[in-house]
């Protein structure tokens, strides 16, 4: 083989080559100021806070928030401040960063595919639940979920559901908490609350953030609600069976 003929052979695999590594490359994505474009499910997610970021049921605080969930595990290039993240280490949730008005835009689209752009960042406290994160959320497409039936929701959830007898000692934390007739936003007609500081006995607590629990009425018996998780502090004991 002549040195020109060995040299000519090297340029054709580097060309044949090359798209391939840049394919590769590009399935990695970009820390900030860099704007990312991610596809996936949005869920409603609940995950413990302070004090000890261990566990809502035995004392800490719920933080629940809108995360991305992924189809296919998430691959980011590091640099100088944040660290490379592999598709090897199966990371496929991703914390929305949102304001308060960035919950109502998106609170449509729950349990929905969606498509949102931002700029990701690492996590640097106990406060940042996933890997990475995203900021600066806007929502590219999507379809909004189609309305539900409340009462057969009440019924007839299809949610993963954590049961627990004896029930568990909650209180009512965050101000006044909405009554839910099911575990979904819409069902609620922002009419009755149950006040902060209230004692709930806590039956069951289901997937994407809510609390099936039994509300002490003055004028009769228990009655059984749904509630935001959000605004249950967990953690008290369990209730006395009489």
Same mark, same amino acid.
């Given at each position: 083989?002549? %040195?020109?003929?060995?040299?000519?052979?090297?340029?054709?695999?580097?060309?044949? #080559?090359?798209?391939?590594?840049?394919?590769?490359?590009?399935?990695?994505?970009?820390?900030?100021?860099?704007?990312?474009?991610?596809?996936?499910?949005?869920?409603?997610?609940?995950?413990?806070?302070?004090?000890?970021?261990?566990?809502?049921? !035995?004392? /800490?605080?719920?933080? =629940?928030?809108?995360?991305?969930?992924?189809?296919?595990?998430?691959?980011?290039?590091?640099?100088?401040?944040?660290? /490379? =993240?592999?598709?090897?280490?199966?990371?496929?949730?991703?914390?929305?960063?949102?304001?308060?008005?960035?919950?109502? +835009?998106?609170?449509?689209?729950?349990?929905?595919?969606?498509? #949102? +752009?931002?700029?990701?960042?690492?996590?640097?406290?106990?406060?940042?639940?996933?890997?990475?994160?995203?900021? +600066?959320?806007?929502?590219?497409?999507?379809?909004?979920?189609?309305?539900?039936?409340?009462?057969?929701?009440?019924?007839?959830?299809?949610?993963?559901?954590?049961?627990?007898?004896p029930p568990l000692q909650g209180k009512i934390i965050g101000g006044n908490a909405w009554v839910y007739q099911a575990p979904q936003s819409t069902c609620t007609d922002k009419r009755r609350t149950i006040k902060a500081g209230t #004692?709930?006995?806590? !039956?069951?607590? %289901?997937?994407?953030?809510?609390?099936?629990? /039994?509300?002490?009425?003055?004028?009769?018996?228990?009655?059984?609600?749904?509630? /935001?998780?959000?605004?249950?502090?967990?953690?008290?004991?369990?209730?006395?069976?009489?």
């Amino acid at each position: 083989m002549t %040195a020109i003929y060995r040299r000519h052979l090297l340029l054709i695999l580097t060309f044949c #080559l090359a798209p391939l590594t840049t394919v590769h490359a590009s399935e990695c994505q970009q820390y900030e100021p860099v704007d990312t474009t991610l596809s996936g499910t949005l869920t409603r997610q609940v995950f413990p806070g302070p004090p000890s970021f261990e566990d809502v049921v !035995t004392g /800490d605080e719920p933080q =629940v928030g809108f995360y991305l969930s992924l189809s296919e595990p998430l691959c980011m290039n590091g640099n100088d401040h944040e660290g /490379d =993240v592999s598709v090897e280490d199966n990371e496929t949730l991703v914390q929305l960063v949102l304001q308060t008005s960035d919950y109502d +835009k998106l609170r449509p689209y729950l349990d929905q595919p969606v498509v #949102l +752009k931002g700029s990701l960042f690492g996590a640097v406290s106990g406060y940042h639940h996933t890997q990475v994160l995203m900021q +600066k959320v806007q929502l590219i497409s999507g379809m909004p979920a189609a309305p539900v039936d409340c009462d057969l929701l009440s019924h007839n959830d299809g949610r993963q559901e954590e049961t627990y007898t004896p029930p568990l000692q909650g209180k009512i934390i965050g101000g006044n908490a909405w009554v839910y007739q099911a575990p979904q936003s819409t069902c609620t007609d922002k009419r009755r609350t149950i006040k902060a500081g209230t #004692l709930v006995s806590v !039956t069951s607590v %289901a997937s994407g953030g809510w609390v099936r629990a /039994d509300v002490a009425d003055d004028n009769g018996p228990a009655q059984t609600v749904w509630l /935001d998780q959000a605004q249950v502090l967990l953690g008290l004991g369990d209730v006395e069976e009489e």
